[in-house]
């Protein structure tokens, strides 16, 4: 439930604020791009990026590459994807394969999607 979330972060806080309508999805994504979200891994990762094997999710048959607001909400994940990466919103937006989408916070109660679709407009609207 979200009344039982407690943000651990300035972008977790956004996180429910926009869930709760306080404030809008732009105000979010801006947020977003430049919030630093822990990619997790299945193998061990080096810093830039190579070794990578993101948790995947498939939606709609899409590959939904999973992402977390703060290590903490990785939770049960973290026994499938004990490593992770440390990268700004807007970086791992820009690493995404074409045709894969994000879920963000996936099992918790506060988090989003971003379709492939979607993932061009916020590179293209936010990350400048």
């Given at each position: 439930?979200?009344?039982?979330?407690?943000?651990?972060?300035?972008?977790?806080?956004?996180?429910?604020?926009?869930?709760?309508?306080?404030?809008?999805?732009?105000?979010?994504?801006?947020?977003?791009?430049?919030?630093?979200?822990?990619?997790?891994?299945?193998?061990?990762?080096?810093?830039?990026g190579s070794?990578?094997?993101?948790?995947?999710?498939?939606?709609?048959?899409?590959?939904?590459v999973g992402?977390?607001s703060d290590?903490?909400?990785?939770?049960?994940?973290?026994?499938?994807?004990?490593?992770?990466?440390?990268?700004?919103?807007?970086?791992?937006?820009?690493?995404?394969?074409?045709?894969?989408?994000?879920?963000?916070?996936?099992?918790?109660?506060?988090?989003?999607?971003?379709?492939?679709?979607?993932?061009?407009?916020?590179?293209?609207?936010?990350?400048?």
């Amino acid at each position: 439930m979200i009344k039982d979330f407690k943000p651990l972060c300035d972008f977790e806080q956004k996180l429910t604020l926009a869930q709760n309508g306080k404030i809008s999805m732009p105000d979010l994504l801006q947020s977003f791009v430049v919030a630093e979200l822990v990619v997790p891994s299945a193998t061990e990762v080096v810093e830039d990026g190579s070794g990578l094997q993101p948790l995947l999710f498939p939606k709609n048959e899409v590959q939904m590459v999973g992402c977390f607001s703060d290590k903490e909400r990785i939770g049960d994940f973290a026994t499938m994807v004990p490593y992770y990466l440390l990268m700004k919103g807007k970086d791992l937006l820009r690493r995404l394969p074409v045709g894969y989408g994000l879920v963000v916070n996936p099992g918790q109660a506060v988090g989003f999607d971003i379709s492939p679709e979607g993932i061009a407009r916020v590179l293209e609207e936010f990350s400048n």
